[in-house]
């Protein structure tokens, strides 16, 4: 470890242990189950149906369609849920519930097919071609199954690290027609949801709150941000050969309720650019006057960057991201960051009180982003910094860099502080690790993946 170590500043008051995560969590799942009770008891209310296949059917289309809804509040980015989980938290939510919804669907679908050709006396595959032919709604409900079933297709691990974002992203947008004619199934064959007039306005206003919230953090509140604020390229300083810092001014920036951690989508309103939303974290502190961001030239879209003029209009969805001090439990704090993770922890390093330890890991020296600015930041408020070089399996007296005998060596107080970590998958899995082997509580880790957040 290559070891800044300035004068200690003096501690701080414990900050108030407030769990803003386990409160939202908590939220969301009291929500989901509130809603399964309720939807339970109105199909309970309107009777099972024809036989118990038919009953289990509708039964599970109910689940998925409130699963459905669901799914919609979880990437509606809402910012009270946003600064609470954070976006790759609730994707990776609305990933897995995604799943259960495709099985609850094709439930759905089996169930419902078997039985009506049950009461029929017909064979499934008639009774397909009867229904969809002669029910109203029943076609649109087959294509919307057929639209999820490609979106979870192409969702699945094995098939995502083969297909280039902008595919898969195009191809995921077809789940919000899938979701239309989902809806539009449910009002013309639904029957649970008509049999009372309560439970057709319960039903109404479910479907409300979720298409509304998915209205409002996607598209009202983003534009109504960017009219207000009128966002410009000041500047654009290289910092290295491949990383460049973009400075960003604007109208009330003061009202922004951007932090130190978080990130933006951002979209320079150029030819060529305009169409593309590049995640990169805010690399100082917001002032009220200026944001920036600093970002590596991983792809042809962040290389592309060094060449925006001073001017050029910006359009940025956000703020977004948890990697804030909203969740600090403890007056102190150990930050850890890989490669250019270490931009959101620079900004923290500007906002948080305490003592603070940094560590920064790079393959090789002249890879530290910033680090000019961090040594002065450092100094400047008696935080200590360790920049740790070399290759990850590279021996050390304490074992591996990031291991626990090397974190614990460098820290020994660990445990009473907050660690915030933002890297690659790889390395920000293996701190994580650290933390549970040295017995750091769980409350008191906050880590963002570099992916959506660098």
């Given at each position: ?74 990437v509606a980015r809402l910012p009270w849920l946003d600064r609470r989980l954070g976006m790759d938290r609730l994707t990776s939510w609305h990933r897995w519930t995604g799943f259960s919804l495709l099985w609850l669907l094709l439930t759905h679908f089996v169930f419902i097919l078997f039985g009506y050709a049950q ?43 083969r297909m280039a974002y902008e595919t898969w992203h195009f191809i995921h947008l077809y789940t919000y027609l899938a979701v239309v004619l989902a809806f539009s199934h449910q009002v013309a064959v639904g029957t649970t949801f008509t049999a009372s007039p309560s439970a057709t306005a319960y039903w109404w206003g ?249």
């Open positions: 470890m290559t070891t800044q170590l300035p004068a200690p500043a003096a501690r701080t008051a414990r900050p108030p242990a407030v769990r803003p995560k386990a409160v939202a969590r908590a939220g969301l799942c009291a929500v989901l189950v509130a809603n399964v009770a309720v939807v339970t008891a109105l199909f309970l209310q309107a009777g099972p149906g024809v036989n118990a296949l038919i009953a289990t059917g509708r039964l599970t289309g109910l689940y998925a369609a409130l699963l459905m809804a669901f799914q919609l509040l979880l009461v029929g006396e017909l064979s499934p595959v008639d009774e397909l071609v009867l229904v969809t032919t002669t029910v109203e709604g029943v076609l649109r409900a087959v294509v919307a199954l057929v639209l999820i079933a490609v979106v979870g297709g192409v969702s699945a691990r094995f098939a995502r690290r479910l479907w409300g709150v979720a298409l509304g919230s998915v209205v409002l953090g996607r598209l009202v509140l983003p534009l109504w941000r960017n009219l207000r604020h009128r966002l410009r390229v000041s500047a654009v300083v290289p910092e290295s050969d491949d990383v460049v810092s973009i400075h960003i001014t604007g109208r009330d920036l003061d009202k922004l309720p951007a932090r130190a951690g978080q990130f933006f989508l951002w979209r320079f309103l150029v030819k060529g650019r305009w169409w593309q939303a590049n995640p990169f974290s805010l690399s100082a502190m917001p002032d009220g006057r200026t944001l920036r961001l600093t970002a590596k030239a991983l792809g042809e879209g962040s290389a592309s960057l060094r060449a925006l003029a001073p001017g050029t209009r910006v359009f940025a969805e956000g703020p977004y991201g948890a990697f804030t001090a909203l969740h600090r439990t403890r007056p102190d704090a150990l930050l850890v960051a890989g490669g250019v993770g270490i931009t959101p922890v620079r900004a923290l390093l500007e906002e948080l009180g305490g003592h603070l330890v940094v560590v920064y890991r790079v393959s090789r020296p002249q890879d530290a982003v910033l680090l000019d600015e961090l040594r002065g930041l450092a100094r400047a408020r008696g935080a200590v910094l360790h920049v740790v070089t070399g290759p990850s399996n590279a021996p050390t007296p304490y074992g591996p860099p990031l291991g626990p005998g090397a974190i614990g060596s460098a820290v020994p107080d660990v445990r009473d502080r907050d660690v915030f970590v933002c890297g690659p998958p790889g390395m920000t899995g293996a701190v994580l690790r650290t933390m549970r082997e040295l017995g750091v509580p769980k409350r008191q880790v906050h880590a963002e993946r570099f992916s959506l957040a660098g």
